[in-house]
């Protein structure tokens, strides 16, 4: 089907935190999404996103929402613990849904959701960015070219004041999330056969670091490092890189920051991420992402790879086996 051809499809975003403004900026520089409505708890988040695209129509009640808004997709942007309940409103409602990973911070809840989920999840698209991110869309391509992988390397630093700004949050379900997905992407939803992980404390008992090993029987072993302990002089974001390894050949990327840095009285990394949505039009990995959902709703793309529900839930399941071990201090067979 050609450009011409394609319907912009109508598009609403619950949450206006951090993301779903992106989100909400990036849609509307889409030429196959048009945003028809937001939604938000505080009508001063409502009133923040109109003055940046005016003309959008918005709601604090998501019931009234569903009701009156013309939209045939949503995005759910909202804080983890309302994922579900959002998101069953919607698919109930017979709607298109990209929702921002995780599912739920409960496997079992995650799971609740299975009755509405079509067979090929083209009602639920899981959103992870990193997967359209370029690097390592580049890299996935080289190592299904190349061959089968031996080894992969992921680490994923992030500041350590997120231990103090972020009570309670486990570097292993906020960040290494994200690897795992990759990872899940490159050996093609294969089960492993090992879980390890290992936790590091602050004096004070916080996680700061999780340490974790993955082995499939008769295939790769996949290492993860994901931790709060950058200092403030390094990038605002800390630092993302993957090593792969197969058999004569090897890639690396480092996707966080991009390679653009900025001097004067200090460092600065302009993109840390590769998201843009300024007046030329939106770029980079979560533009990709919303073009690929908006094909998805066309019917014109399967979901990808690591997007589906059922990738959602496997990796929820591997999060969960990597805490157990974690706590238990063993390797779980």
Sequence with gaps: ?????????????????????????????????????????????????????????????????????????????????GHVQVTRKLLQAGKCVLLEKPISENLTEARSLSSLVKPDSSNLMMGHIVLFNSEFRGLRDEARRRGPISYVDSVRHRPAKIVRDFVGENPLHATMVHDLYLVQNLVERAEPSEFGCRYHRTPEGAIDLAAAQLKWADGPVATFTASYLTPSGMPPRGFDRTEVFGNGWAARIEPNPRSFELWEDRAEWPMALEIRTDETGPTGMMAEEQRCFCRVVRGLENVPVGATYTDAIQVQHWLDRLDQAARSEIVVH
Excluded: Y
Excluded at 32 to 43: F, P
Excluded at 50 to 75: F, K, S, Y
């Design 1 to 81: 089907m050609s450009h011409t051809a394609f319907q912009p499809v109508r598009v609403a975003v619950v949450g206006l935190g951090r993301f779903g403004r992106l989100h909400s900026l990036t849609l509307a520089g889409l030429t196959e999404a048009e945003i028809v409505g937001v939604v938000a708890r505080r009508e001063e988040s409502v009133q923040a996103l109109q003055r940046e695209i005016p003309g959008v129509p918005g709601w604090t009640n998501l019931d009234r929402a569903v009701a009156e808004c013309e939209a045939e997709a949503w995005i759910v942007a909202c804080t983890t613990s």
